[in-house]
């Protein structure tokens, strides 16, 4: 399954239909604002640009 979630150029274009630079500027933009922040209780979180995938499709 984490290899279907990885954030690649493939899923987030096939996906989202953003280009690359697109997608690395939404998630400088949510890591500005906090979304990058800690998970209490939840260690198996994951990574920020995988979650960012997920919403964005």
Excluded: H, N
Excluded at 20 to 26: A, H, I, R, V
């Amino acid at each position: 399954m984490a290899a279907v979630l990885r954030a690649e150029r493939v899923w987030v274009e096939t996906f989202t239909g953003l280009r690359m630079t697109q997608f690395s500027g939404l998630l400088k933009v949510v890591r500005e604002r906090g979304g990058d922040g800690t998970m209490r209780g939840r260690p198996w979180s994951l990574p920020l640009a995988e979650r960012v995938l997920m919403v964005a499709v």
